[in-house]
Nanobody, 124 residues
Framework: QVQLVESGGGLVQAGGSLRLSCAAS????????MGWFRQAPGKEREFVAG????????DYTDSVKGRFTISRDNVKNTMYLQMNSLKPEDTAVYYC?????????????????WGQGTQVTVSS
């Protein structure tokens, strides 16, 4: 099994930045792709960004392209989401996830492990 723990969330003003971290432990050899999802109040969970094992391939939902950067450090077993130019619409609980498949995808069913989430609140 794999355990994922997010950190780095908080309250930030619009236009500001935050960096989320996701620390993986346990059977990390089972991890290939990793990603971030978010869920705002009253809305469905949505894909934010995904990354391949090596970090050479990334995928972003359109609303965060050019503002967010996903990365990973496999030596530290940690994934990051650098969020710049934050908007109030980015307010949500952000969830770290990891999967055993090698193919990047945007569906939560393709991810096998989940963190508990970290709150990101962007004020106007």
């Amino acid at each position: 099994q794999v355990q994922l723990v997010e950190s780095g969330g908080g309250l930030v003003q619009a236009g500001g930045s935050l960096r989320l971290s996701c620390a993986a432990s346990g059977r990390t050899v089972s991890i290939y792709i990793m990603g971030w999802f978010r869920q705002a109040p009253g809305k469905e969970r949505e894909f934010v960004a995904g990354i391949s094992w090596s970090g050479g391939t990334t995928d972003y939902t359109d609303s965060v392209k050019g503002r967010f950067t996903i990365s990973r450090d496999n030596v530290k077993n940690t994934m990051y989401l650098q969020m710049n130019s934050l908007k109030p619409e980015d307010t949500a609980v952000y969830y770290c996830t990891a999967g055993r498949t090698v193919v990047l995808n945007r569906t939560p069913e393709r991810y096998n492990y989940w963190g508990q989430g970290t709150q990101v609140t962007v004020s106007s």
